[in-house]
């Protein structure tokens, strides 16, 4: 039980830095390469954490 709800907190950890990571990524590109390149790496970035997170389901 105790490993269970370990692994649940660090998939939960790992999936917080992602989305922080995401953000962060989202400001640099936004502010170096404008606003259509970003919505392609951002709609990109939001489908692929939507497979990581199917597959770990």
């Not at 606003?35 to 997170?53: A, E, P």
Request: hydrophobic share 50%; charged share 15%; with cysteine.
């Amino acid at each position: 039980m105790l490993s269970k709800k370990l692994y649940l907190h660090v998939v939960q950890f790992i999936n917080w830095q992602l989305i922080l990571l995401e953000y962060l990524l989202y400001g640099i590109e936004f502010v170096c390469f404008g606003y259509w390149h970003t919505s392609c790496i951002h709609v990109w970035l939001l489908v692929n954490l939507n497979k990581f997170k199917l597959e770990e389901n």
